[in-house]
């Protein structure tokens, strides 16, 4: 493989990782890269893990999954080479990104992701995004990588309603408030005597 080959799939990876303008996993850059036949999985893995080693890109979790984002040197590297990049492979770039960019964005619109702090328990971080924009975000502490797992899966499965619920309970009237958790802590009384008397 030439080296102009090489520096040029490089730069491919830089150009759309820029105009996709939001963190893409292997698999969306693949989709891309591979799929599409500009370069060979294994010579694409290697262009990735060497533009990670030179700083051009910046890796994190997301998902259970690592993302790929440009970072400010990958940024600068671009703009002095990027008339090495063919205007056809170019052009491939700018119609992929307009017809994917929405899809990927939301694809990582819902976030869930735990760690485990030095108060020796879990925090699990979940937040809901649009067009970049925080619309909601919440830490929960608990016991147990079990607790973690199940709180980031039902906060992914269920985020509409999760969701929903929270915002409209914070927009309550503090009487509307206190009026439903009388009839929630009702309800629970009736459940219990029930249970008993069942008993």
Known sequence: MT??????????????LYQMDTPMS?????????????MDYFSFQQYLHEIEDEKLVETRSENDSLVYSITADGEQVLSYFSDQIPSSKRTAVLDYTKKNKGRIKTEFSV?????Y????????????????????????SVPTKEDAKLLKRNWKNNVPHLY????HSLLMQ???????SL??????????SRGKTQQ
């Open 174 to 180: 503090p009487e509307s408030i206190e009026q439903k």
């Open 117 to 140: 702090n030095r108060e020796k328990d879990y925090v699990v971080k979940c937040g809901v995004y649009e067009d970049n924009k925080t619309l909601m975000e919440i830490n929960v």
């Open 3 to 16: 080296n102009k080959l090489l520096a040029e799939n490089k730069l491919i990876l830089l150009f759309l």
């Open 164 to 167: 929903g619920s929270i915002l």
């Open 183 to 192: 009839e929630i802590a009702e309800a629970i009384s009736k459940k219990k």
């Open 111 to 115: 976030v869930a992701n735990y760690f």
């Open 26 to 38: 292997v698999s969306q850059l693949v989709e891309f890269a591979v799929d599409k036949e500009y």
